[in-house]
């Protein structure tokens, strides 16, 4: 009787422990948020504001270049996300079988995480340049007409989603090594002994039971690849004409240009765009790693 009357009692202990936390997350996230709606729907400068409803929203899009920014968003995050996804897992098998210097090999593949990505940037900037870059001069010399990686509409904003690849891949291959590494060697063993190649171990063995990683791989890069700004900043300013502009570096020209109410929206908007992309996706994904 008397156990169960001290488990029946709620120590005060646990709420106080959340309450810094609650204020914290409130301060830094539920106010500005709350904040972001109610501008979006104002006409406002540094001084004033005027509540002009949905006008914003309407204004951006009715604008072909926002639109243009919209769907630059979603081509990026796709085309990163998935060739991270698809490179890192590679790359993690080969980085976790035998071979030759395995650990100096990790370590460059990782490397460009911890590079600036301004500095990056800046780099392939010169690098992809038409006539001077190295890139192009080397295709040059195996007679191949060099392109203009970041002069041509048609591929400037893939030029820089392949420059994200080159950075971003080495946290997806190290989130794969970590997966690989949880699988017991016993099962490939258990396959090898019934006849199975390795491409059937990788299919019936591997993937299934990567699964986990595969799906947090695709979240981090779904969610960077959503918010890319200073990449694609640093490279192109959205250039030329707004063929690389995606969602944030259109908001960050309406706040250079002064219409604060109309990027406010912007914000809002890449906001609910991540939400209904994430959400749903990780829901669908988790379910079918329970379903298996």
Not at 199 to 211: A, E, G, H, K, S
Request: proline content about 5%.
């Amino acid at each position: 009787m008397t156990e169960t009357r001290l488990r029946s009692r709620k120590s005060p202990y646990p709420l106080w422990f959340f309450l810094p936390a609650a204020a914290v997350y409130g301060v830094l996230f539920v106010v500005p948020t709350v904040s972001s709606l109610w501008f979006s729907l104002t006409r406002w400068d540094l001084s004033t504001a005027e509540f002009i409803g949905l006008e914003n929203f309407r204004q951006f899009f009715s604008e072909p270049f926002l639109v243009k920014g919209l769907v630059n968003t979603l081509i990026y995050a796709l085309t990163t996300s998935g060739l991270k996804t698809i490179c890192g897992l590679l790359l993690a098998v080969l980085l976790t079988g035998n071979i030759f210097a395995r650990g100096f090999l990790r370590t460059l593949v990782f490397f460009p995480v911890l590079v600036s990505t301004i500095g990056i940037g800046i780099t392939f900037t010169v690098m992809m340049h038409p006539t001077k870059g190295i890139i192009n001069a080397m295709l040059e010399t195996l007679g191949i007409p060099g392109p203009g990686w970041l002069t041509n509409p048609a591929l400037a904003l893939f030029s820089v989603a392949l420059v994200d690849l080159w950075k971003g891949v080495g946290l997806a291959t190290l989130i794969f090594i970590a997966g690989l590494a949880a699988i017991s060697p016993d099962y490939y063993e258990a396959a090898r002994i019934d006849g199975a190649t390795r491409f059937q171990q990788f299919w019936r063995i591997t993937l299934p039971l990567v699964r986990p990683a595969t799906i947090t791989v695709i979240t981090l890069s779904l969610i960077g690849g959503l918010r890319s700004f200073d990449l694609i900043w640093a490279m192109t300013r959205g250039g030329p004409g707004f063929s690389s502009d995606v969602i944030a570096s259109v908001i960050y020209k309406q706040y250079q240009a002064g219409f604060y109410g109309l990027s406010t929206a912007g914000n809002v908007i890449l906001f609910a765009l991540i939400a209904i992309i994430i959400l749903p996706l990780t829901m669908w994904l988790n379910r079918r790693e329970v379903e298996q």
